[in-house]
């Protein structure tokens, strides 16, 4: 039974679907609704009532989305709820106590799989609260990547529905999770004679969506064999909403000029809108004309902007996607991999400088698709890799206890996507070496041991490292490295057998054997 949804809760819009059989294509799950269109997705936007923050309303089947209270209350909506991940807490005035992110993204979560389970009771079938989470790529540019991940995980998972618990069985970088989309298209969807005939085409993800810019290199060997999922990385500052913020003082600068200043939050939330329709209008004409009335007092104004001033104003923005491609594509060749396929994603892709930039810089060496299901992709993908979990289950372990390992997910298979080492001291030099013990691109879930692992600090420690930039060598000092964990064992020091390993979540999990036998372990899905 595939019972695992395909979950893109995006910083704009989120998308649920499900793989109805093993040679299915994926299926939408978001039903007509008010204030929905099923096209475009769920709005993320969350409306955080105070002043104990309960209900944080981001979609109601009966209310509709949280657009109308944030309009109201511009000072309560949060957007973008992922890129706030590496705050403590949310700024809010009004609030009995400080607002967790993470309680918002949770809030996301949950009425996402409340949408599909209304399009799973229209449909007259069963409930799902299983589901594959995607992320940003781009969060691996920071040292807490894992931290954040798994509280994202945690705050999923705190969630009930129907008096059920959601249980996140996977996670995916989102330009993973259409290159996965788009190649099994390419394999299967196709019609026969425009199916991709070659045994192995590799294609790269260019995701630039409303927080973040993602790439991810993927490919396809023989039909039936998992998809490689090489390498993800990206920008986290650098987005869809910042394109829109560029338009927005754009034409706040321009009623300036005819002596117009804006009143209060609420005009801004409105002039916002505004600033994001004409984005959308100048990806499909010359110029956009922006009508902003204030209600209050009935004073007008129209504003013209145009495709070339909106492209000249956020063209810094666009060169540094671009650059972050050509990186990707660099070190792929220099690791002897040839990318076949550009692949554009994510809404903000669809503004035709994106296409001419890369045309430009990249274009004939790699050739650049048009964009692949904005929507969808990253939600189909994500199910579509649920279906391998779900083989994965049914094909591997039959009792909990069995320690025989589970087969690999016969969808994709992940890579390391940098070096892993851990600090290795002696006795007379504290500050020790770290040394490499899993290399970039190995296949996880990746395991390497050491048999000999010492610490002479007053409590046993592994810190686990990788290196700063691309490297071969294998023993680094430490300031060349970013310190991913610091793995704490209540032991005494002395020399142990280390084994590390890396899961296909990229959570680091570290295992001392002792001389006399004793076993410990200690694992960063645990810390959360």
């Not at 989309?181 to 630039?208: A, N, S």
């Not at 910042?242 to 321009?254: H, K, P, V, W, Y």
């Not at 007008?300 to 666009?318: P, S």
């Not at 490499?436 to 691109?441: F, S």
Request: proline letters at 8%; hydrophobic letters at 35%; aromatic letters at 8%.
């Amino acid at each position: 039974m595939y019972d695992i949804f395909g979950c893109d809760i995006g910083n704009g819009f989120a998308f649920v679907s499900l793989i109805p059989g093993p040679d299915s294509d994926a299926q939408p799950m978001l039903p007509v609704s008010r204030d929905l269109n099923p096209n475009e997705g769920m709005p993320t936007a969350a409306y955080v009532t105070p002043p104990g923050a309960d209900p944080i309303l981001v979609y109601d089947a009966d209310r509709g989305t949280a657009a109308r209270s944030i309009r109201r209350d511009p000072a309560h909506g949060v957007r973008a709820v992922k890129t706030h991940l590496r705050r403590a807490a949310l700024e809010m005035d009004g609030l009995d106590s400080p607002l967790s992110p993470y309680a918002v993204y949770g809030a996301a979560a949950r009425d996402l799989v409340r949408l599909g389970n209304l399009q799973r009771a229209a449909d007259g079938l069963p409930p799902i609260y299983r589901l594959v989470l995607t992320y940003p790529a781009a969060f691996s540019n920071y040292s807490d990547e894992l931290e954040i991940l798994n509280r994202m995980q945690a705050a999923v998972e705190a969630v009930r529905l129907d008096d059920h618990p959601l249980q996140v069985v996977g996670r995916l970088p989102e330009p993973a999770a259409v290159a996965i989309d788009y190649l099994y298209y390419m394999q299967h969807q196709l019609p026969e004679d425009q199916r991709l005939k070659d045994d192995q085409f590799t294609v790269l993800v260019f995701d630039l969506g409303h927080g973040t810019f993602d790439v991810a290199v993927v490919t396809a060997r023989s039909k039936g064999e998992p998809y490689q999922v090489w390498a993800s990385d990206g920008l986290p500052d650098v987005g869809g909403k910042d394109f829109d913020a560029r338009l927005m003082d754009e034409l706040l600068e321009m009623m300036q000029q005819e002596g117009y200043q804006l009143r209060d939050a609420q005009e801004r939330e409105e002039l916002l809108r505004e600033a994001v329709a004409a984005k959308h209008e100048l990806s499909r004409d010359e110029e956009a004309v922006v009508r902003h009335q204030n209600r209050r007092n009935g004073s007008y104004m129209e504003l013209t902007i145009t495709r070339a001033r909106f492209e000249e104003i956020t063209r810094d923005l666009l060169l540094q996607v671009v650059e972050k491609t050509q990186q990707m594509l660099q070190d792929q060749l220099a690791r002897g991999r040839t990318v076949d396929s550009i692949v554009l994603s994510g809404g903000a892709s669809q503004m035709p400088m994106v296409r001419r930039a890369l045309e430009a810089y990249i274009q004939p060496a790699v050739p650049v698709q048009p964009p692949f299901r904005p929507s969808r992709a990253v939600s189909f993908g994500a199910a579509r890799y649920g279906l391998g979990l779900s083989v994965q289950k049914s094909e591997g372990r039959k009792k909990e206890k069995d320690p025989t390992p589970a087969p690999p997910n016969p969808v994709a298979q992940l890579y390391t996507r940098h070096s892993y080492g851990v600090l290795v001291e002696t006795a007379d030099v504290m500050e020790g070496k770290v040394q490499i013990l899993l290399p970039a691109e190995t296949p996880l879930p990746a395991t390497a041991t050491l048999e000999e692992y010492w610490t002479g600090r007053g409590r046993m420690d592994c810190r686990v490292y990788r290196p700063r930039t691309r490297t071969k060598v294998r023993v680094l000092e430490p300031d060349k490295c970013v310190n991913l964990r610091w793995l704490h064992f209540d032991l005494p020091p002395d020399t142990y057998r280390l084994t590390l390993t890396v899961d296909p979540n990229y959570n680091i999990i570290a295992r001392l054997e002792g001389r006399n036998g004793t076993v410990h372990t200690a694992s960063t899905a645990e810390e959360t």
